[in-house]
Nanobody
Framework: QVQLVESGGGLVQAGGSLRLSCAAS????????MGWFRQAPGKEREFVAA????????YYADSVKGRFTISTDNAKNTVYLQMNSLKPEDTAIYTC????????????????????WGQGTQVTVSS
């Protein structure tokens, strides 16, 4: 079965850094996009970042652009989210997802494009 397992979350002070990892298994993800989403209590799930396995094209929410970096290690079927200059408003459960997005012309920035989801990892940023 397909499984996505996140790790690397934790508690960090504002201005600090964390690196999240998402290990994907259970199928070949050729042609898939990998994305990170987050959800804070009382708020809707929002897109954070995405990358395609087969290319270097990346996508970022405006709120994290310049601070977060998404990358992949294709040999390990792992996607990373390097988070720098963290702010209290970054506090949320971060979840990775995989989706066969179809046309590469469609930006993989909406949850409806993703088929598989991990359980999430908590990121808490203190002020």
């Amino acid at each position: 079965q397909v499984q996505l397992v996140e790790s690397g979350g934790g508690l960090v002070q504002a201005g600090g850094s964390l690196r999240l990892s998402c290990a994907a298994s259970g199928r070949t993800f050729s042609g898939y996009a990998m994305g990170w989403f987050r959800q804070a209590p009382g708020k809707e799930r929002e897109f954070v970042a995405a990358i395609r396995w087969s290319g270097s094209r990346t996508y970022y929410a405006d709120s994290v652009k310049g601070r977060f970096t998404i990358s992949t290690d294709n040999a390990k079927n792992t996607v990373y989210l390097q988070m720098n200059s963290l702010k209290p408003e970054d506090t949320a459960i971060y979840t990775c997802a995989a989706g066969a997005t179809g046309s590469i012309l469609v930006p993989p920035t909406t949850a409806r494009l993703y088929e598989y989801w991990g359980q999430g990892t908590q990121v808490t940023v203190s002020s």
